[in-house]
């Protein structure tokens, strides 16, 4: 398995680089776990790449865990309603 911890902000600035990050996990791992915890800003392109790459991943019966996501990321997402969809609705 491998582990991707994103660092601590995922915004529009920095979607480029978790992108590739994300993308290479696709095509190079079959058991992924993203580690969620240390982010403490993420924004709308944020979110939106977390549930296009777990939406991708899924399609492709890679299986993916996400360990503690932060309040940051939790808030987001439930923002823009994709809570549920991401897998953080309690």
Partial sequence: MSELN????????????A???????LETSSKV???????SHID???IQLLYAYITAAK???LDISMSEPSASVRSA????GLDKL???AS
């Fill in 86 to 88: 991401i897998g953080f």
């Fill in 59 to 61: 399609k492709k019966g």
């Fill in 6 to 17: 994103l660092g601590e902000s995922i915004d529009i600035s920095r979607v480029g680089i």
């Fill in 77 to 80: 997402a439930e923002s823009l």
């Fill in 44 to 46: 709308g392109a944020g």
């Fill in 33 to 39: 776990n993203l580690n969620l915890r240390d982010i």
């Fill in 19 to 25: 992108y590739a990050e994300l993308k290479n996990s």
